[in-house]
């Protein structure tokens, strides 16, 4: 899987791309899966969550990625994943505010390489069609977010 990113980095990547990547590693994605990764600051995740969302604040983490069936998620997402008149596969793009991981990490006694990990993996979960919008689908997003970021194994190329 290649990992793009863009914007300032308020981490580490390597431990970002393996929590990603230890989150999508059991739906099996074809190798040359592209995801983008951009860092932000506040107002421009609150313009992108205005604009997308209808939401006119701030929030973490947004996942942009292909349309799925209603109710396909983790293995069923993946075989309905399209790939691109070039053959590629892009699954999608992800947004992180740098401010709110922040707050978020200080909030929760949490390192900030942790916070920033955890919503990388949890937004790559979204674009495999998870949802944490019932308590339900929140439990088990923390759930595997944190999974991910624990188990995201040290030594795994990181390009």
């Not at 390597?14 to 860092?39: E, H, K, N, S």
């Not at 922040?102 to 993996?121: C, D, H, S």
């Not at 339900?136 to 990181?158: F, H, I, Q, S």
Request: aromatic fraction near 4%; avoid cysteine; charge should be positive.
């Amino acid at each position: 899987m290649r990992i793009a990113v863009s914007g300032d980095a308020p981490v580490d990547l390597g431990q970002v791309r393996r929590a990603v990547r230890a989150a999508l590693r059991p739906y099996r994605l074809p190798r040359d899966t592209q995801l983008a990764i951009a860092f932000v600051d506040d107002a421009e995740m609150r313009r992108l969550n205005r604009a997308h969302r209808g939401k006119d604040r701030t929030t973490d983490v947004l996942s942009f990625g292909q349309e799925l069936p209603p109710g396909a998620k983790g293995e069923a997402a993946r075989g309905a994943l399209r790939r691109d008149v070039d053959g590629g596969l892009q699954l999608g793009d992800l947004v992180i505010s740098v401010a709110q991981a922040r707050r978020q990490a200080k909030r929760g006694g949490r390192a900030l390489g942790r916070e920033v990990a955890f919503l990388a993996a949890h937004g790559a979960l979204h674009l495999l069609g998870y949802e944490d919008e019932t308590p339900d689908g929140y439990r088990e997003m923390v759930r595997l977010g944190t999974a991910a970021v624990v188990n995201a194994p040290k030594g795994v190329r990181t390009l």
